[in-house]
């Protein structure tokens, strides 16, 4: 991806992750947001996170952003959460609470010298859905809260429209010279085949296409659910929440839909069933058009291979962390090969079938 040449920051993907320690969390948390509260670290891909809980019970998310994050990038999901609160108060997202002094990301100089943003936000109560796989009714909410959530964004700008930002599957093939991590010969092929063919095919028609702030992670660990006490072997019905904006960016819409479909591809018996259902889910609130269907599932495919890609390259270079960066990697193989045996005409008789089911009520 290119950065542009004022901004002379390291690539956040490139970078080890953030070290904070609790007393340093305890007393920024006292100093600027005027809280005492009993802190819990988070695991985190890059930012260091706490989980804050008050002695009356109530609870926030403690944000330290890495030193490599630009501060337009944090003003950016700060800013978008507080359009969000004001154009969908109802939609389950985080709030955002600003600091004594007004600041919704105040600067803290680490011991290192080095820069990092606080946020601090409302801490929203459930269980990632993770690696649980969600009723149809589930998915298909979960699409309908994203559909709030773009039609919310469209009409929020900011200055980092045009700076290049992680996790981009707008620049899906700049990610090609990352594929030599991966140790499997086969395996470097298939994600090397996708990430050449989305740069030759699809990402001219993508940039045909309106751009918008979007959510950019609707993974199943940026997805709450309340359980139920003997909901253990059975599937959520209902999201609570969805959390985590930090790979927000402006994109096509389509682009957040396909995301999400992605990671909602887990049931071993018909991984298409929860990607369709959350596709039309969505496609009821907010209609698709025929030119952002023609390119679901060439995107749904490359940001499946976008997430090995990236999380087996990061997962060699920060060995500790590997865990952590690799949680979601057999899932997006298993997806991966789905999507890529299964026929056109089999994908394009079910995704019109899901479409036309959703705008007929059903």
């Known amino acids: 991806m290119t950065t542009p040449q ?13 070290s904070v320690s609790t007393e340093t969390a305890t007393r920024v948390l006292k100093t600027r947001f005027a809280i005492e509260a009993s802190l819990t670290p988070l695991t985190g891909e890059r930012d260091r996170n706490f989980r804050a809980t008050t002695a009356d019970g ?23 959460l507080m359009h969000l609160a ?18 919704p990301t105040p600067a803290l100089r680490l011991d290192d010298g080095q820069v990092s943003r606080v946020r601090l936000s409302t801490f929203l109560a459930g269980e990632p859905l993770a690696d649980r796989v969600a009723s ?25 429209r045009d700076l290049s930002m992680p996790w981009d599957l707008q620049h899906a093939d700049d990610l090609l010279p990352q ?14 085949t996708l990430l050449t063919r989305f740069g030759e095919q699809l990402r001219p028609r993508l940039a045909a ?35 985590d904006f930090g790979d927000m960016l402006f994109a096509p819409r389509v682009v957040d839909l396909a995301v999400a479909a992605a990671y909602q591809m887990k049931d071993a018996e018909d991984p298409l069933a929860g990607a369709l259902a959350l596709i039309a889910g969505y496609h009821a609130r907010a209609p698709l058009s025929a030119a952002e269907c023609e390119l679901l599932r060439g995107l749904i495919e490359t940001r499946l291979a976008m997430a090995i890609t990236v999380s087996s390259h990061r997962a060699k270079r920060y060995p500790d962390n590997a865990e952590y960066l690799l949680r979601n990697t057999a899932a997006s193989w298993r997806a991966l090969d789905h999507c890529l045996a299964l026929p ?19």
């Open 6 to 18: 004022a901004d002379p920051s390291p690539s956040v993907l490139e970078a080890p992750s953030l």
């Open 58 to 80: 109530e609870v926030y998310l403690l944000k330290f952003t890495h030193p490599a994050e630009r501060h337009a990038v944090s003003d950016f999901q700060v800013r978008a």
């Open 86 to 103: 004001e154009r969908d108060p109802t939609l389950p997202i985080p709030r955002v609470q600003r600091d004594r002094d007004g600041d």
């Open 136 to 160: 149809l009714r589930f998915q298909a909410t979960l699409g309908d809260w994203l559909a709030r959530l773009d039609d919310a964004l469209a009409d929020f700008d900011h200055p980092v």
């Open 179 to 192: 594929t030599e991590t991966l140790d499997d010969d086969d395996a470097r092929l298939r994600i090397r």
């Open 209 to 243: 296409l309106p751009r918008q702030p979007i959510h950019n992670d609707l993974n199943g660990h940026n997805v709450l659910y309340t359980p139920a006490a003997d909901d253990e072997n059975d599937r959520p019905e209902w999201p609570a929440a969805i959390i």
């Open 344 to 362: 056109e005409a089999t994908f394009q008789r079910r995704l019109n079938d899901a479409l036309n089911r959703s705008r007929s009520g059903e």
